[in-house]
């Protein structure tokens, strides 16, 4: 099949195919006389496990690792296991994160009027200029 088609097969856009095969995350594809880059069932579920990785939100370097285990035979499932539970980590880590830029903006738009006056308090945060739970405004 062509890159157009492993590309609607797997989920993954041409583009992103080729971007995979320049910066060595998958093997390049063979090509025919003409050039045209050719994939097979072995491409294709490697492009498959690319694109289930990546919508866990795994990194590049992460989904290289787990290529390598993914093809290593002789892998203990704690490198494996490793690797998820770091990934974890850090989705956790980014979900408080998360959460507390949204407490922030909650807290700031209870505190704007949201009138037709010019004072606001998301914008002086932005600015610089702190809210305080009493919304007064103080600079930072």
């Not at 390049?28 to 050039?35: L, M, N, P």
Request: with cysteine.
């Amino acid at each position: 099949m062509n890159i157009g088609q492993a590309a609607a097969a797997s989920g993954i856009s041409a583009k992103m195919i080729r971007y995979y095969e320049s910066i060595g995350l998958i093997d390049s594809a063979t090509r025919t006389d003409a050039g045209y880059r050719v994939y097979g069932d072995k491409e294709l579920h490697t492009l498959r496990f690319v694109r289930r990785a990546r919508d866990l939100g795994f990194s590049v370097e992460q989904m290289h690792e787990l290529l390598a285990l993914w093809r290593d035979r002789d892998r203990a499932s704690a490198d494996v296991k490793r690797v998820a539970l770091s990934h974890v980590e850090g989705l956790e880590r980014k979900a408080a994160e998360l959460q507390q830029m949204a407490d922030t903006l909650r807290h700031l738009a209870e505190h704007c009027k949201g009138n037709n006056r010019p004072e606001c308090p998301i914008i002086e945060e932005l600015g610089g200029v702190s809210v305080t739970h009493e919304g007064r405004s103080e600079v930072r």
